[in-house]
């Protein structure tokens, strides 16, 4: 994956991210330990997006054969989408991709966002705003509320008069009312602004990495019948928040990785009845005092708790048939024989065991990294 930071030169302050694919990225096993930049998204052992499609993996297929949906995938019928005809201005807005699938980047057609654009029948189509769009992000209203089946706010302020960029254009947002995803990677949005987002019936995804979401705003969210996935890995979640995802009522994927979130916030999550996958990869304030409440929400199947400091004595309370992937918290230079006789314990389930670095520092390296005296 390629970032690319753009600054306006008439707004030096204005950061914004634009992701490409690149043609031969590749992907770990996990995903989880690739940072999640972007689209870059892998849960629970199965490739997501363009290197999906290029490699032949077909998760839902998997899932299916399984007896188990695909708590992760965009659904889109095809079959429901007329063409359409967007007016922008006669200067770019940004880029639009339209791509035949949500996930097959890799064989999108992209374009400027500007002057007249024909999106064909059948076709998903990706909005990706630049900074024009965020002066006057009143000018979504003049597109057609099927205009996008998703839509990119990932601007970051590096200046005072540019605070809230995205938040303003979210409150913009509801007016598209076709609008599947929902994409605030590395952007300043927060709850005040993502809130508008339940003006969107149509919604199945949110994801926001890195961005300052805290959680509040998913109060407002028990009205998306159509919420599935929530990703908000490296947010500002509060735990008093989590709460709230059980008013979701077709969560069900929730990736949580790295955003601080401790005990008392799994617990919050006992109310998820329809929760396949919880990603907490990276939260060292999860605990052995959280495997009762996971144990507790019987539909879970896909686990990530690498990172957390749930023991392997923790772990065994949650033994079982029940689970199809777990990636182990402690990170261990296990034999194959421990190895083995864990996943006996887990008959049916993928383990991922994340192995310890192990590379031996030289004096010059130590010397050279050592605090000033």
């Given at each position: 994956m390629i970032n690319l930071r753009q600054c306006s030169s008439s707004s030096p302050g204005l950061q914004l991210v634009i992701r490409v694919f690149s043609r031969f990225r590749t992907l770990s096993v996990l995903g989880f330990t690739a940072f999640l930049l972007g689209l870059t998204v892998c849960d629970n052992g199965f490739l997501c997006g363009p290197a999906a499609a290029k490699n032949g993996v077909n998760r839902a297929k998997v899932l299916q054969a399984r007896g188990l949906p695909d708590p992760f995938s965009v659904q889109f019928n095809s079959a429901e989408r007329k063409q359409r005809v967007l007016h922008f201005p006669e200067y770019s807005l940004g880029e639009i991709v339209i791509s035949a699938l949500p996930d097959d980047f890799e064989?999108?057609?992209?374009?400027?966002?500007?002057?007249?654009?024909?999106?064909?029948?059948?076709?998903?189509c990706t909005f990706v705003p630049a900074h024009r769009?965020?002066?006057?992000?009143?000018?979504?209203?003049?597109?057609?509320?099927?205009?996008?089946?998703?839509?990119?706010?990932?601007?970051?302020?590096?200046?005072?008069?540019?605070?809230?960029?995205?938040?303003?254009?979210?409150?913009?947002?509801g007016h598209l009312k076709g609008l599947i995803e929902l994409n605030l990677d590395k952007s300043d949005a927060t709850d005040a602004g993502l809130v508008h987002a339940s003006e969107l019936p149509e919604l199945q995804k949110i994801t926001g990495f890195q961005a300052?979401?805290?959680?509040?705003?998913?109060?407002?969210?028990?009205?998306?019948?159509?919420?599935?996935?929530?990703?908000?890995?490296?947010?500002?979640?509060?735990?008093?928040?989590?709460?709230?995802?059980?008013?979701?009522?077709?969560?069900t994927a929730l990736s949580l990785a790295h955003a601080g979130v401790s005990d008392k916030g799994v617990k919050n999550l006992v109310g998820c009845n329809h929760l396949l996958s919880l990603d907490l990869a990276d939260s060292p304030k999860v605990t052995d005092e959280s495997v009762k409440a996971i144990a507790a929400i019987k539909s879970l199947r896909y686990l990530n708790l690498d990172g957390t400091s749930i023991t392997e004595k923790g772990m065994m309370q949650l033994k079982g048939d029940r689970y199809t992937s777990i990636s182990w918290p402690q990170k261990k230079a296990y034999s194959n024989e421990q190895m083995a006789a864990i996943r006996k314990e887990f008959p049916g389930a993928t383990i991922y065991f994340r192995v310890p670095h192990t590379k031996v520092i030289d004096s010059y390296t130590r010397a050279l990294y050592a605090p000033l005296r």
């Open positions: 064989h999108a057609v992209r374009g400027a966002a500007k002057g007249t654009i024909v999106v064909p029948a059948g076709k998903y769009f965020f002066l006057n992000p009143s000018i979504i209203k003049t597109f057609p509320p099927d205009a996008f089946e998703c839509v990119w706010l990932s601007a970051l302020s590096l200046a005072d008069e540019e605070d809230g960029l995205c938040d303003r254009a979210l409150a913009q947002i300052t979401i805290r959680g509040a705003c998913l109060a407002h969210f028990g009205g998306l019948k159509k919420l599935h996935y929530l990703r908000l890995p490296s947010s500002w979640m509060q735990d008093e928040n989590l709460k709230y995802a059980a008013t979701l009522p077709n969560l």
